[in-house]
Nanobody
Framework: VQLQASGGGLVQVGNSMKLSCAAS????????MGWFRQAPGKEREFVAA????????DYATFVRGRFAISRDNAKNTVYLEMNNLRPEDTAVYYC???????????????????????WGQGTLVTVSS
């Protein structure tokens, strides 16, 4: 399994950006997917997660109402639509794939990066004021 994140870059405060994460391999449609981020000097933190069919989503409090996670199982791709971006959203964004785990989106385990089996290389998002 390989994950390839893309779509990051430099964006102005208040603007939008959409990240993509393309997965190779056979496990995508049976995997829960998540987005995490890591700012310089900080730990990796949960951003959003989505269930296998895309019917259940969950968000960190600080992005709820601004970010939206979605997936297209036909394309083996998960997305993160980010709106009304703030300087504190600046970070490297990582997509994670959980295939072997058995937690539900919305649970505490879904927000723990150690509960994901595979990771992409990350894509840098810089929000300038």
């Amino acid at each position: 399994v390989q994950l390839q994140a893309s779509g990051g870059g430099l964006v102005q405060v208040g603007n939008s950006m959409k990240l993509s994460c393309a997965a190779s391999g056979w496990a995508f449609s049976n995997s829960r997917m998540g987005w995490f981020r890591q700012a310089p000097g900080k730990e990796r933190e949960f951003v959003a997660a989505i269930s296998r069919l895309g019917t259940i989503t969950d968000y960190a409090t600080f992005v709820r109402g601004r970010f939206a996670i979605s997936r297209d199982n036909a394309k083996n791709t998960v997305y993160l639509e980010m709106n009304n971006l703030r300087p504190e959203d600046t970070a490297v964004y990582y997509c994670g794939q959980a295939y072997y785990q058995r937690w539900n989106v919305g649970s505490a385990r879904a927000m723990d990066f150690t509960e994901y089996d595979y990771w992409g290389q990350g894509t840098l998002v810089t929000v300038s004021s």
